[in-house]
């Protein structure tokens, strides 16, 4: 099920650990699994254990713990707005309403066009630049008012 340049990656990523340890490397293997694919189906995690050498279910207990992991597709655009307090104190909540309004969607929805997904987070280590947000997991988005939610939507069209 994975590239072969997959597992190159993987195998970069188990190297950082001792050799009886590979299974450490569950969330970056997950992680790049993902890229690779999208999100992550059954098949996907089973592949990703069995190259570790450990049970489907320890790989699936990290996919489903961690909302970073996608278990049902989304949108080319997965946006995860963070409503824990500092956030929502600082405008989080009303972000979060902005997006659903304004895409037309609620949390955990992909717009008809399958362009957009949206999430809620949880922490994301940014509180004082409250209210945040995160793009596919890997490009945070700080003092998300409707003017900057605006430009980012566009941006990503």
């Known amino acids: 099920m994975l590239t072969t340049e997959s597992i190159q990656k993987i195998d970069r990523?188990?190297?950082?650990?001792?050799?009886?340890?590979?299974?450490?490397?569950?969330?970056?293997?997950?992680?790049?699994?993902q890229e690779e694919l999208g999100w992550l189906p059954s098949e996907a995690i089973e592949s990703v254990a069995d190259y570790l050498g450990i049970p489907p279910m320890a790989a699936y207990e990290v996919a489903s713990f961690y909302n970073m992991?996608?278990?049902?597709?989304?949108?080319?655009?997965?946006?995860?707005?963070?409503?824990?307090?500092p956030c929502m104190l600082s405008g989080g909540v009303d972000a979060a309403e902005y997006l659903k309004k304004k895409l037309g969607i609620g949390f955990n929805e992909t717009t008809p066009d399958g362009r957009f997904t949206l999430k809620e987070g949880e922490c994301m280590g940014?509180?004082?630049?409250?209210?945040?947000?995160?793009?596919?997991?890997?490009?945070m988005c700080a003092?998300?008012?409707?003017?900057?939610?605006?430009?980012?939507?566009?941006e990503l069209k």
């Open 126 to 139: 940014a509180c004082g630049d409250a209210p945040v947000m995160l793009v596919n997991n890997r490009h």
């Open 69 to 85: 992991y996608d278990l049902k597709p989304v949108g080319r655009h997965k946006l995860t707005v963070c409503t824990n307090l």
């Open 143 to 154: 003092s998300m008012l409707p003017e900057q939610i605006d430009k980012l939507l566009e």
């Open 13 to 33: 990523e188990i190297a950082k650990y001792p050799a009886d340890q590979k299974q450490s490397a569950v969330m970056a293997a997950l992680a790049i699994a």
